[in-house]
C-alpha cells in the first residue's frame, strides 16, 4: 500500500466500508434521498476538517463509487474480522497521530459530533480510545439491545457498555429522572492504542454482549466519552432506509 501523506491535524479518518454485510447485503450503496449511504457518511467526514478521509473497503463496487465521488479509497483484506481491523489495516504506511474509525452506515453523523469527540479525547491525555453518547430520550430504546447503552464516570471516562439497560434504576433509589446514555459507534485511536487493540484477543465480556469496545475497557484502556446531540438512525437492516428516509423528512420540515 502506498504511503499516505501526514493528514492536517495530525488525524486520520478511515470509513470501514464492508460491502457484504450479513444483515444488509451493499448497503453502502444504496440510496438514500437520492444519495448512497456512504456518500452521506463520507461528506459529513469530509465537513469535520479533522484530517484525510480514506474509504476502507473489500469489494470493488465500493472502491469504484468512492473514487466515482472524489473520494481516497483504498482495497483491504476480505479476512478483517471487525470494522476496526480493517480501519488498523488501511491505516498503516501513515504517520497520523490519530485514527478515526467513523461507521459507514450512520448516514446522520455529523462533522460537529466528530468534533467534539475528538476534542475530549485531546483534552484527556489518560485515555487511549475517543467516543460520544447522546441521551435516550424514547423509552422503547432503553430495552432495545440494539441501542447500545453506556455509563460514565463524572469526568466522561466510560465505565461500561451493554446491550441491557444500564445503569439499572432501583426501585429504593433515591436518584429520580436520572438519564440513561446511548453510545454513538465511532471511535477515536492514538495511535499506538490502536496499534495495541488489534494486537488483544477478543475478551470474554465482548464475546458475551458482542460489543468490541469491552475489550479495551477489560485490558485497562481509558475510554473518553463526549456528550453530543442526538443522532439519527443507523443503516443495520433494509428496513432502516425508510426509518432514515422518514427522519430526513422531518428534519427538512423544521
Known amino acids: 500500500m502506498k504511503k499516505i501523506p501526514p493528514p492536517a491535524g495530525n488525524c486520520l479518518l478511515v470509513i470501514p466500508a464492508r460491502y457484504g454485510s450479513q444483515r444488509f ?41 468512492a473514487r466515482s465521488i472524489g ?16 480501519v488498523y489495516e488501511a491505516s498503516r504506511g501513515t504517520r497520523a497521530k490519530f485514527i478515526i474509525n467513523m461507521q459507514g452506515d450512520e448516514p446522520f453523523m455529523t462533522a ?16 487511549a480510545i475517543g467516543t460520544a453518547c447522546s441521551r435516550i430520550t424514547e423509552k422503547k430504546d432503553i430495552t432495545n439491545p440494539n441501542c447500545v447503552k453506556v455509563a460514565m464516570n463524572a469526568q466522561g471516562r466510560a465505565l461500561y ?12 433509589s433515591q436518584l ?8 454513538c459507534g465511532f471511535y477515536i485511536y492514538r495511535r499506538k492504542a490502536l496499534e495495541e487493540f488489534v494486537k488483544l484477543k477478543p475478551s470474554p465480556l465482548e ?8 475489550r479495551a475497557l477489560e485490558n485497562g484502556m481509558k475510554i473518553a466519552v463526549a ?21 430526513l423528512k422531518h428534519l427538512k420540515a423544521k
Not at 429520580?176 to 453510545?183: E, F, L, M, S, V
Request: charged share 25%.
Open 161 to 172: 457498555f451493554s446491550r441491557s439497560p444500564i445503569p439499572f434504576h432501583h426501585h429504593l
Open 71 to 86: 473520494a481516497r479509497a483504498v482495497m483491504t483484506s476480505p479476512r478483517c474480522q471487525s470494522g476496526t481491523d480493517r
Open 227 to 247: 456528550g453530543v446531540p442526538q443522532p439519527g438512525p443507523a443503516i443495520d437492516v433494509p428496513a432502516d432506509i425508510r426509518t432514515a428516509a422518514a427522519f
Open 207 to 214: 464475546r458475551l454482549e458482542r460489543l468490541e469496545q469491552l
Open 112 to 127: 460537529v459530533t466528530l468534533r467534539k469527540a475528538f476534542r475530549k479525547l485531546k483534552n484527556s491525555p489518560d485515555c
Open 176 to 183: 429520580k429522572g436520572y438519564p440513561w446514555y446511548k453510545h
Open 25 to 65: 447485503p451493499g448497503k453502502m450503496l444504496v440510496p438514500l434521498a437520492g444519495k448512497p449511504v456512504l456518500q452521506w457518511c463520507w461528506e459529513a467526514a469530509v465537513r469535520a476538517g479533522l484530517g484525510e478521509v480514506l474509504i476502507a473497503t473489500e469489494h470493488k463496487k465500493v472502491l469504484a463509487f
